[in-house]
């Protein structure tokens, strides 16, 4: 659709006044509601690159194919390239995220959106945020998967893992992101890179990283 006509029919709609389905019967019933919100933010920003570390079946990734121009979908397990929808946009990578993020030096992308949902322990998501953290453009988004899990149970590695406590180290710094937690379990964790509170006043010549 042209700009004119997302202008148009996003208006259209606003003028119909929807109230906000909720279909999850909240959160305590539905651990997927993470989905639906990437998805909005997504329908928002509309990244020009978007980067899921971790895919699984693809779940999330094939439906935020609409909303962004380029998607990389990075997975250990080879099978999780089967799920992938076909399109021109998509590219799989059969890896490790630390492998993909030691590829990254050479040839460089910059992420608009990405979201850090493979390995969930604390160290592992500690290393795919300081590796992927130069190439996400200031202002870009950093969402964390599984940072709040519902009780001691749910930190075991088959479930939530202790990644959470990657975001309560992170969340002490400040300068270089902002980070906030969204406390339903499993949890999600929103991050935006930024030196100034303004977009248009960062200084995008530099790039930051996180140590
Ligand atoms: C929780 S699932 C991802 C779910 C998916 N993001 C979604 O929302 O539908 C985690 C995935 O990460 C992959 N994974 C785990 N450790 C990894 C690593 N170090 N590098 C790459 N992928 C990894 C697993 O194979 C699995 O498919």
Redesign the pocket.
């Known amino acids: 659709m042209g700009k004119l006509a997302n202008k148009i029919f996003a208006r259209a709609v606003s003028k119909l006044n929807l109230p906000f389905v909720d279909l999850s019967n909240g959160y305590a019933n539905n651990s997927?509601w993470?989905?639906g919100l990437?998805i909005h933010l997504a329908s928002i920003l509309r990244p020009r690159v978007y980067l899921?570390?971790?895919?699984?079946?693809?779940?999330?990734?094939n439906r935020m194919i609409p909303f962004a121009e380029q998607l990389i979908g990075?997975?250990?397990?080879p099978?999780?390239g089967n799920h992938m929808a076909r399109s021109s946009k998509v590219r799989f990578v059969a890896?490790?995220?630390?492998?993909?993020a030691q590829r990254l030096r050479n040839e460089p992308i910059s992420i608009d959106m990405m979201?850090i949902?493979?390995?969930?322990s604390r160290e592992?998501v500690e290393e795919?945020f300081a590796n992927f953290f130069p190439f996400v453009k200031p202002h870009g988004l950093i969402l964390l998967?599984?940072t709040h899990p519902m009780d001691n149970a749910a930190t075991s590695q088959e479930r939530c893992g202790d990644g959470y406590q990657a975001i309560e180290s992170l969340s002490r710094k400040s300068e270089q992101f902002e980070m906030m937690t969204l406390p339903w379990h499993p949890g999600l964790t929103l991050c935006r890179k930024r030196t100034a509170q303004l977009a248009w006043q960062e200084n995008s010549s530099v790039v930051h990283t996180s140590k």
């Open positions: 997927k993470h989905q990437i899921e570390l971790g895919i699984f079946k693809c779940g999330l990734f990075v997975d250990a397990n099978e999780a890896t490790t995220t630390s492998n993909f979201f949902d493979a390995d969930h592992a795919d998967h599984d």
